[in-house]
């Protein structure tokens, strides 16, 4: 009998698109839930758990393939210096519950649940410094592995790399990830100055995106691609992608900017204009294509137009 994640890919073999999610962080900022300065929508998990189980919902009825756990942001790295270490694990198998419960209740058990797992630090200026001073690369370690045995006692059905950007952090949770007993799929985040420049890491732009693709590849991951990023240069990174990648490609942007104090995305782009550069994308090459930080369940039903 095939699991989930093996229809998946038969789909995908056959020449199928497979839908991920849009946002969960800006989608729950959408429907009144308050974030949190400093581990953004962390704790939405057991402060707001119905909210975030509907979140999920949207996404399943609006066609997606691939729903995303509420886990960018819970890792003892952000958590901990904000305060919150003995919630660590009540968050992240909450956050986990919720995307289940969300499958259960849609009655669509060929959805995948993919566990995110970032490089992220929090979000205030103090305490992320301070952690960038502090944070040794044992303490990395503890802090990815924590978050794969989350989501492999969690029965996910993959492990998703979210804004890999930082070598320095991304290097220690590529290693932690690539022991997981689960399939995993890194998205790597990506900036350019203007259409005719190198496109660079998202985080250090003295870093060439290729080298972060080639030090992602070197792992052997079944799925790569480009996510929180400007759709006009996904094109340009995917084929950057499969220079050194033949497995599962990923395109997922973000589109549009924070509007404080309330993290609310303003001039995101269209559902028909992303469908365009959908459209772009899968001829490219890309086979799993959806959404990031901006973009909502509106963006998903679009998007099922390119999945066949």
């Known amino acids: 009998m095939f699991t989930r994640y093996e229809t998946l890919l038969s789909k995908i073999n056959s020449g199928k698109i497979a839908i991920l999610d849009c946002g969960t962080s800006t989608e729950l900022e959408r429907r009144g839930i308050t974030m949190n300065d400093q ?43 904000a305060g919150f270490t003995d919630e660590v694990k009540a968050i992240n198998v909450k956050n986990i519950e919720a995307a289940l419960l969300a499958r259960e209740r849609c009655g669509n058990n060929d959805v995948l649940v993919a566990g995110s797992i970032s490089t992220q630090l929090p979000y205030t200026d103090e305490l992320r410094q301070r952690a960038e001073r502090n944070t040794s690369k044992e303490i990395l370690f503890d802090a990815f592995n924590e978050m794969v045995s989350f989501y492999e006692e969690g029965k996910v059905d993959l492990i998703l790399l979210e804004m890999m950007s930082v070598p320095s952090r991304m290097l220690v949770l590529f290693e932690c990830a690539s022991s997981s007993t689960l399939p995993v799929w890194c998205g790597l985040s990506a900036k350019r100055s203007r259409r005719d420049a190198t496109i660079t890491g998202y985080s250090d732009r ?23 990023s400007s759709v006009d240069l996904i094109e340009d990174a ?26 609310k995305f303003e001039d995101v782009i269209t559902p028909d204009h992303l469908v365009e550069f959908a459209n772009q994308w899968k001829d490219a090459g890309a086979n799993i294509i959806g959404g990031c930080c901006g973009l909502g369940p509106e963006h998903t039903e679009a998007l099922c137009s390119v999945k066949d």
């Open 238 to 263: 995917i084929e950057l992608i499969r220079t050194k990648h033949d497995g599962l490609i990923m395109a997922y942007p973000d589109s549009g900017y924070f509007k404080s104090p309330n993290w």
């Open 39 to 81: 581990v953004w929508s962390a704790r939405a998990s057991i402060e707001s758990f119905d909210v975030l189980v509907e979140t999920h919902q949207s996404y399943i009825d609006s066609g997606a393939d691939v729903i995303t756990v509420n886990g960018y942001a819970s890792s003892r790295l952000v958590l901990g210096p």
């Open 206 to 228: 003295t870093i060439p995106l290729i080298d972060n693709v080639e030090k992602a590849a070197s792992f052997g991951f079944e799925g790569m691609g480009i996510m929180h």
